[in-house]
Structure formats: structure tokens, C-alpha cells
T-cell receptor, first 110, second 111 residues
Framework: GQQVMQIPQYQHVQEGEDFTTYCNSSTTLSNIQWYKQRPGGHPVFLIQLVKSGEVKKQKRLTFQFGEAKKNSSLHITATQTTDVGTYFCAGLYNFNKFYFGSGTKLNVKP | KAGVTQTPRYLIKTRGQQVTLSCSPISGHRSVSWYQQTPGQGLQFLFEYFSETQRNKGNFPGRFSGRQFSNSRSEMNVSTLELGDSALYLC??????????FGPGTRLTVL
């Protein structure tokens, strides 16, 4: 069945270092969304990617959608302590159902 | 614009009991989805309602059910609670499968 694999599960970085999380699907996605969940909070929408090869930027965050629409990445440049949280991707299959990745928990040491 | 609200925020139940959770979506949103979040399983999709109809269902047993009312408010019900049902239940509303706005969740503990 459909499944979105997300790696790594955890990432510990020093403040100022970069961070990347990856999502992969075995089948083509209709679109992919990214969410951030702070400790004790709920997921908050970051962005949606729809087009093949799409790249979007939000300040220090860069989101990419693969050419085959089967993979995506979120890259944070020069992490800050405010970036701490769990980052989830959510792939939409056949414009029908979302499947969330297992999340990457980011810890940033000051 | 008011956000997604969920009630209650916390619940403690015992095995065998049943529970009903409520979700009020953002005004104008027609789609409401429910998710179960546990440390071990991550975010698992339960079901989605759109204009009072269940549009999608995840791989959960029949003990988990839901409904949506004409004002888009949604409820989910879990019958015959098991210890493994302890989780954070999140509701998310959207216009139609675009940006999902999550509520704060209901933390269910089954003893």
C-alpha cells in the first residue's frame, strides 16, 4: 500500500549547522505538504508542493519536490533554536488520501 | 479567523468504555480529517469527512467511527476502549485537501 518513508528519524545539530529531512514514496504523489510540530504542540502547515521539480523557499527553509513526484526534501540553512521540533511530510495519493511520514525530530544545541 | 477547536482536551477512560471527541473546523472549511498520534506509530490517518459524508477511511478497526454535521462540526467515537487506544487524537480542517489546519488535539488515556 501507499507509504511515505521519511529519514532521518532524529537529527541533532549545533546551532548554525544545516539540516535536511527527506521523504520518499514508491508511487507518484499528487502533491506533498510539509508540517512542523513543536514539542507539546500540534502540526502546523509549512508549505505545499504540487509541480514536478518544484522548489520553494521560505527564508532559511528550502523545499523541493522531485522530478518524478516521488520524493521531497526540506533543507534548513543555519539552524536556530527556534527550529526545534518534528518535521513531517504528508503525501497525497490520487488526490484522495494523505499519508504522513514518520517525522524527523530536530534538536538544535545552542 | 478562529482556529480549529477540539473538546475535550484531556480524557481518562478505562478499558471497555467508549468515548466521543468533538472537532469544530475553521468556518467555511468543508473537510475534516482525524488522526491518531502515538510516539511509536506517528500520525495515522483515521478518516476524512467532507460535506457530511465519509470520503476516506484509514486502516483502523470498526470500533473507530465518526460523523460530520451540516455545520461541518465533526465527532469521532471509539467504542470498547483498549489500552492501545491511548494517544493524541488530532482533527484537521481544510477547504478541500489543501492546507490542513490542525486543532490542539485531545489527549486520551485508557487505564
Amino acid at each position: 500500500g501507499q507509504q511515505v518513508m521519511q529519514i532521518p528519524q532524529y537529527q541533532h545539530v549545533q546551532e548554525g549547522e544545516d539540516f535536511t529531512t527527506y521523504c520518499n514514496s514508491s508511487t507518484t504523489l499528487s502533491n506533498i505538504q510539509w508540517y512542523k510540530q513543536r514539542p507539546g504542540g500540534h502540526p502546523v502547515f509549512l508549505i505545499q508542493l504540487v509541480k514536478s521539480g518544484e522548489v520553494k523557499k521560505q527564508k532559511r527553509l528550502t523545499f523541493q519536490f522531485g522530478e518524478a513526484k516521488k520524493n521531497s526534501s526540506l533543507h534548513i540553512t543555519a539552524t536556530q533554536t527556534t527550529d526545534v521540533g518534528t518535521y513531517f511530510c504528508a503525501g497525497l495519493y490520487n488526490f484522495n488520501k494523505f499519508y504522513f511520514g514518520s517525522g524527523t525530530k530536530l534538536n538544535v544545541k545552542p | 479567523k478562529a482556529g480549529v477547536t477540539q473538546t475535550p482536551r484531556y480524557l481518562i477512560k478505562t478499558r471497555g468504555q467508549q468515548v466521543t471527541l468533538s472537532c469544530s473546523p475553521i468556518s467555511g472549511h468543508r473537510s475534516v480529517s482525524w488522526y491518531q498520534q502515538t510516539p511509536g506509530q506517528g500520525l495515522q490517518f483515521l478518516f476524512e469527512y467532507f460535506s457530511e459524508t465519509q470520503r476516506n477511511k484509514g486502516n483502523f478497526p470498526g470500533r473507530f467511527s465518526g460523523r460530520q454535521f451540516s455545520n461541518s462540526r465533526s465527532e469521532m467515537n471509539v467504542s470498547t476502549l483498549e489500552l492501545g487506544d491511548s494517544a493524541l487524537y488530532l482533527c484537521a480542517s481544510s477547504w478541500d485537501r489543501n492546507e490542513q489546519f490542525f486543532g490542539p488535539g485531545t489527549r486520551l488515556t485508557v487505564l
